[in-house]
């Protein structure tokens, strides 16, 4: 069984700075998928950023990146450059690879974006 | 459709009351979840259809929850005689390829309320 950690419930960051959010995961697979989803109050997951656990590069997607430690099993998001739009709840997942491969949560953390 | 639908958005029933919540994929997706997130948790596993047929229902909490989805396309998720612990935010998501969550589209959910 997978199981994924975010030890923060709550962070606040002031607009064009940049903020880190934790999350760590507990896994036997050697082949897995890690995301960072963002949820507003439309209750939409949204999905922010990916990486495949056998990429040693981390992902990046404009003003998101990932800092993936395999060994440690953590799985951090940086938030750059920080805008108000960003302010929602954040859920890291972990899902294997292979059939019937589902998505483990992690309980989120509420970040808010101050002006 | 454009994404994944979910009707109602918010439900309120009594206790022990039947409901029945619907989930529109996005058209051609073969695979659908459920997923359950209760108050200030991440989304939880319930069940995973590849076309017609559950693949994977373990995380149904008991025999008051069901699924279907006859056609390969609409999902219904019932449950009957409802108690106030079921009150969560249901998540529908679809993806077009069987056993890959990692291109999986959220609805917007149907919030119950148990009273």
């Known amino acids: 069984a997978q199981t994924v950690t975010q030890s923060q419930p709550e962070m606040s960051v002031q607009e064009a700075e940049t903020v880190t959010l934790s999350c760590t995961y507990d896994?036997?697979?050697?082949?897995?998928?890690l995301f960072w989803y963002k949820q507003p109050p439309s209750r939409q997951m949204i999905l922010v950023i990916r990486?495949?656990?056998?990429?040693?590069q981390n992902a990046t997607e404009n003003r998101f990146s990932v800092n993936f430690q395999k060994a440690a099993k953590s799985f951090s998001l940086k938030i750059s450059d920080s805008q108000l739009g960003d302010t929602a709840m954040y859920f890291c997942?972990?899902?294997?690879?292979?059939?019937?491969?589902?998505?483990?949560f992690g309980k989120g953390i509420t970040l808010s974006v101050r002006p | 459709g454009a994404g994944v639908s979910q009707t109602p958005s918010n439900k309120v029933t009594e206790k022990g009351k039947y409901v029945e919540l619907r989930c529109d994929p996005i058209?051609?997706?073969?695979?659908l979840y459920w997923y359950r997130q209760s108050l200030g948790q991440g989304p939880e596993f319930l069940i995973y259809?590849?076309?017609?047929?559950?693949?994977?229902d373990s995380g149904l909490p008991n025999d008051r929850f069901f699924a279907v989805r006859p056609e390969g396309s609409v999902s219904t998720l019932k449950i009957q005689r409802t108690e106030r612990g079921d009150s969560a935010v249901y998540l529908c998501?679809?993806?077009?390829?069987?056993?890959?969550?990692?291109?999986?589209?959220f609805g917007q959910g149907t919030r119950l309320t148990v009273v």
């Open positions: 259809f590849q076309g017609t047929g559950a693949a994977d």
């Open positions: 998501a679809s993806s077009l390829r069987p056993g890959h969550p990692t291109e999986a589209f």
């Open positions: 990486q495949e656990a056998y990429k040693q």
């Open positions: 058209s051609g997706h073969t695979a």
């Open positions: 896994t036997s697979e050697n082949n897995y998928y």
């Open positions: 997942a972990f899902a294997p690879t292979g059939a019937n491969s589902k998505l483990t």
